[in-house]
């Protein structure tokens, strides 16, 4: 028997659904590139434009993230204003790498993708031959974990050490570990760690320090077995008590609470070097749709969310490592009706122009409805590259995702400038973390 045929065995046994960063994957339509699987489980602020000038002043003047230890450094072209300072070492792999391993670098998907090229639930537990050839000609830059990927400690550790091994450059090797419900490994009686009621009762407490310590217990845990990045922490305010989708996984009810917590449990989890990435900008809180199963619209302005949903948000730019963006319409904010992950307006214009943040944007899974309902995964792939984000997380299908920026560079429709900006803060990130 193959590998592959046994790995399809012991998924119709051990794997009953893979999860998007925010749930649960299930068959919803068919098109083009066959059938899309989307997600289903599960004090006074200050004034808001005070608060974006001081973030923006303040990253004028100083930098709070640690400097590469190479300190020859040189500076890349964006769009916006000035990039930050690169070191020379990741200068000369972005000027040596060619446009196939560029565009592989702002790719992370789920490891079951590296056995079979679109979305289905697998559960892979060890890198077979296949794998590693799909390292080779899509070397992307990063693998998400979900729950049916962890069977025990040992294996865990197994397939983290294998995949780097196979990879020309370290991954990032994700998961979505937030502590209370989703939670990949706590919630796995094998692994034995300690887990959490929720987030909000984290934040209720009203104490700083329980927040850093869920932040350094999963940290420590993340690290053990091989996992270096976090889609964790929740930055979103449990505004809308209708809101099934945030909930409980929210530190609380108010910009201020959660903003502090936020701040604490980045501190804990970078404290076992652990990368951070805090979601779901521009905020999805004060929802009651889900964005898992098609397009949900948030009607605030753009000033009314600098007054509480940003909050958490602008406050932390300078310590966490990534932000992800949702896939919220906002009619009142942008012109374009795109999501927030596919929008230039919201993630270039006012994420890195108007608040200037110089980080890692990723967007949200694009396995998810209101995407995957309306864009091909090559589609789809394309415009938020145009948008501005820097990691596409989790196409249905790799391979037409990858083959269309690649395209789009190489036609001239996406300038390779643009690949290199993201390219750079994406090796840049890795260099910080000791991966490169």
């Given at each position: 028997?193959?590998?592959?045929?046994?790995r399809f065995l012991l998924a119709?046994?051990?794997?009953?659904?893979?999860?998007?960063?925010?749930?649960?994957?299930?068959?919803?339509?068919?098109?083009?590139?066959?059938?899309?699987?989307?997600?289903?489980?599960?004090?006074?602020?200050?004034?808001?434009?005070?608060?974006?000038?001081?973030?923006?002043?303040?990253?004028?003047?100083?930098?709070?993230?640690?400097?590469?230890?190479?300190?020859?450094?040189?500076?890349?072209?964006?769009?916006?204003?000035?990039?930050?300072?690169?070191?020379?070492?990741?200068?000369?792999?972005?000027?040596?790498?060619?446009?196939?391993?560029?565009?592989?670098?702002?790719?992370?998907?789920?490891?079951?993708?590296?056995?079979?090229?679109?979305?289905?639930?697998?559960?892979?537990?060890?890198?077979?031959?296949?794998?590693?050839?799909?390292?080779?000609?899509?070397?992307?830059?990063?693998?998400?974990?979900?729950?049916?990927?962890?069977?025990?400690?040992?294996?865990?550790?197994?397939?983290?050490?294998?995949?780097?091994?196979?990879?020309?450059?370290?991954?990032?090797?994700?998961?979505?570990?937030?502590?209370?419900?989703?939670?990949?490994?706590?919630?796995?009686?094998?692994?034995?760690?300690?887990?959490?009621?929720?987030?909000?009762?984290?934040?209720?407490?009203?104490?700083?320090?329980?927040?850093?310590?869920?932040?350094?217990?999963?940290?420590?845990?993340?690290?053990?077995?091989?996992?270096?990045?976090?889609?964790?922490?929740?930055?979103?305010?449990?505004?809308?008590?209708?809101?099934?989708?945030?909930?409980?996984?929210?530190?609380?009810?108010?910009?201020?609470?959660?903003?502090?917590?936020?701040?604490?449990?980045?501190?804990?989890?970078?404290?076992?070097?652990?990368?951070?990435?805090?979601?779901?900008?521009?905020?999805?809180?004060?929802?009651?749709?889900?964005?898992?199963?098609?397009?949900?619209?948030?009607?605030?302005?753009?000033?009314?969310?600098?007054?509480?949903?940003?909050?958490?948000?602008?406050?932390?730019?300078?310590?966490?490592?990534?932000?992800?963006?949702?896939?919220?319409?906002?009619?009142?904010?942008?012109?374009?009706?795109?999501?927030?992950?596919?929008?230039?307006?919201?993630?270039?214009?006012?994420?890195?122009?108007?608040?200037?943040?110089?980080?890692?944007?990723?967007?949200?899974?694009?396995?998810?409805?209101?995407?995957?309902?309306?864009?091909?995964?090559?589609?789809?792939?394309?415009?938020?590259?145009?948008?501005?984000?820097?990691?596409?997380?989790?196409?249905?299908?790799?391979?037409?995702?990858?083959?269309?920026?690649?395209?789009?560079?190489?036609?001239?429709s996406i300038p390779e400038e643009?690949?290199?900006?993201?390219?750079?803060?994406?090796?840049?990130?890795?260099?910080?973390?000791?991966?490169?």
């Open positions: 028997m193959t590998a592959k045929k046994s119709s046994l051990a794997a009953i659904m893979a999860l998007s960063s925010c749930g649960a994957l299930k068959e919803q339509k068919v098109n083009d590139e066959g059938p899309i699987y989307k997600s289903t489980v599960t004090g006074q602020a200050p004034e808001p434009e005070s608060r974006a000038d001081t973030k923006k002043d303040k990253k004028k003047n100083t930098d709070s993230k640690a400097e590469p230890a190479d300190t020859d450094v040189k500076q890349t072209d964006t769009d916006a204003k000035a990039a930050p300072a690169v070191s020379s070492k990741v200068q000369k792999m972005v000027d040596e790498m060619s446009v196939e391993e560029k565009v592989g670098q702002m790719f992370i998907v789920r490891a079951d993708t590296l056995e079979e090229d679109v979305a289905v639930d697998i559960g892979v537990s060890w890198v077979d031959e296949d794998m590693k050839q799909t390292l080779v000609d899509y070397p992307v830059g990063g693998v998400i974990y979900f729950a049916n990927n962890c069977y025990d400690p040992d294996q865990l550790s197994s397939l983290s050490d294998d995949l780097q091994a196979s990879s020309d450059i370290p991954l990032f090797i994700a998961i979505d570990e937030e502590g209370g419900s989703v939670a990949r490994i706590a919630n796995n009686p094998e692994f034995g760690v300690e887990g959490y009621d929720s987030m909000l009762s984290i934040g209720n407490t009203g104490n700083t320090d329980n927040a850093e310590e869920v932040g350094e217990t999963i940290g420590a845990y993340l690290s053990e077995y091989g996992i270096n990045l976090d889609f964790a922490p929740v930055a979103d305010i449990f505004t809308n008590p209708n809101n099934t989708v945030i909930g409980n996984r929210s530190f609380g009810t108010d910009a201020e609470t959660v903003s502090s917590m936020v701040s604490a449990c980045i501190d804990g989890f970078h404290s076992q070097n652990i990368m951070t990435c805090l979601k779901h900008y521009p905020g999805h809180g004060d929802t009651s749709g889900d964005t898992h199963t098609g397009y949900v619209q948030v009607t605030k302005t753009w000033d009314e969310l600098l007054d509480e949903e940003l909050i958490p948000f602008i406050d932390n730019l300078d310590k966490t490592d990534m932000i992800m963006a949702a896939h919220l319409t906002l009619p009142n904010v942008t012109s374009d009706g795109l999501p927030a992950s596919l929008s230039k307006e919201l993630l270039t214009d006012k994420l890195r122009g108007e608040l200037g943040y110089d980080g890692v944007i990723i967007t949200d899974s694009l396995l998810m409805g209101a995407v995957a309902d309306n864009y091909s995964s090559a589609e789809s792939a394309v415009k938020v590259v145009n948008a501005g984000a820097d990691i596409i997380l989790m196409p249905y299908s790799l391979s037409s995702a990858y083959n269309a920026v690649v395209k789009a560079v190489n036609d001239g643009r690949i290199n900006e993201s390219v750079t803060r994406i090796l840049s990130l890795k260099e910080k973390y000791g991966l490169i």
